[in-house]
């Protein structure tokens, strides 16, 4: 009798590229429905009989449950195997998709969007570690590239799918969408991806370590602490923060668990969280910097479509348009700048994304009443090739000092500065633009006084205009003075815009001191890159 091998025979490579495509379903998944909701509010609000301030939690409930299975994903990979974790994750987010387009009541929708982002939660930062385990050093900043036309253009083709959904087909298809989408993802992370050997012996060895000492109460601070900082960041301007009891205890809670954390995980012998990889200053600067990044995208993809909307006059669906050539840019640009990215330095890649970025918001802090939807498109375009010039540096030179077997950790903790930048940057805008209102029209009104010889001829035009209308005097005059007061507010939120997208200009301009540490690693002249298996 033969004897039995003691390791199973090695698997025939798979291409990289089926590989990516399987991985890259999943998260593209995720980031749209991270923002293809938002223009489906309306639709929702009368199938579930809910008010808009409780609409908002069908939001909050899944970035809440992603942003706290983010920082585990590594955690559970050790447990489960990286592979298991990434199947498990899409058939929680298919699963949920579909409860969500039968959801019959609030409740039930936000519970089943919380199933759906715990499920959309691992696939970013699973997807990430396995195209870095994937490709070889030098094709690090293509593979990079496939992840960022991911995380950055799904965002941005949200609202335009969702839109059109609407329009052709009844509100559950935003949902329903993700079924055939997700199930011929999940044949294919079948059929193609692997865990290789050597990533799975090391996770059989720590997840003995982990087991022997669980790092239960890491965990439950982690949650505790992520899931009310979201809640703060998420509901902090729509309740005047610390005004609302509420929002202020959770911002306590926020700070005393996640310092519990800290404490935690650098004491703990098996920590769930390997927070020692921010000692390495390429991988911090390239976090922070891709958190500044995405706090800006995010504000400015809340910023321009209200803009557009309430004050030219756009629909929903003109809005996604106006802001679909963002998308088409960065599909364009990120793959060459991954093909260069090997072949020009980090550092100037991500100095000119910035200036790009910055000097595109200066622009929007331009427009009028009068910008139409092409003026709009110039500054949208070099937004999205500068956001291209950013992330693909940024993804690729954070984690390139990080240990192949400590990638899974950087990749979770470096999605979730990512997630939790753009929910600072749209709490702090938030919170801003009611307050720049207030100071304009207050600036503004201070001007519309009788004596002015120029508001009374134009009151009276007013007026006069209202009277050929079939309005009597009194009444006209009322009208006309309303009138007025509407006009100074659209000013006055005009004003309010134009400072919010130089502000959003000026923050960015913050990038360039942290540039300096963005360096990647060499290979000596003439070594071959180390060995990475092309299979996962």
Known sequence: MSAVPSHPPARPPVNKWLVTVSVTFGTLMGAIDASIVAVAIPHLRGALGATVEEMAWVTTAFVIATVMVMPLTAFLGRLYGQRRVYLASLVLFILGSALCGVAASLPMMVFFRVLQGLGAGALQPTEQAILRQTFPPEEQGM??????????????????????????YAWPWIFFINLPVGLLALFMVTRFVHEPEDIRQHNHEMALKQRADMDWSGIALLSVGLACLQYTLEEGSGHDWFESRAIATCAVITVVALAAFVYRELTARAPAVDLTLFKDRVFLSGTLVGAMTFAVLMS??????????????????????????????????IPIVGRLYNRVPPPLFISSGVLMVAFSAYTMAHYTLETSASSVVGAIILQGVG????????????????????????????????QIGGSLGLAAFATLLPDFVAEARAGLSAHVVAGNPEIAHRLAGLQQTLISRGFDPYSALQAAQRLLGQLVYREATVIAFERMFMLAGLAFLLILPLVVFLKAPRLPAGAPPPEVPVEL
Do not use: H, K, S, W
């Not at 036309?149 to 335009?160: E, M, S, Y």
């Not at 348009?321 to 960065?330: H, N, S, Y």
């Open 143 to 168: 593979a990079m590239a496939v992840f960022g036309l991911a995380v950055v253009v799904g965002p941005a083709l949200g609202p335009t799918l969702g839109g059109f959904l609407l329009d052709n």
């Open 300 to 333: 400015i993809t809340f910023l321009l479509p209200v803009f557009m909307q309430e004050l030219l006059g756009f629909t929903a669906m003109q809005a996604g348009q106006a802001l679909m050539p963002r998308g088409l840019a960065m599909m364009v640009a």
């Open 387 to 418: 956001f291209a010039c950013l992330f693909v540096p940024l993804t690729t030179v954070a984690m390139a000092r990080i240990p192949r077997y400590r990638l899974a950790d950087a990749a979770g903790l470096n999605a979730l500065l990512r």
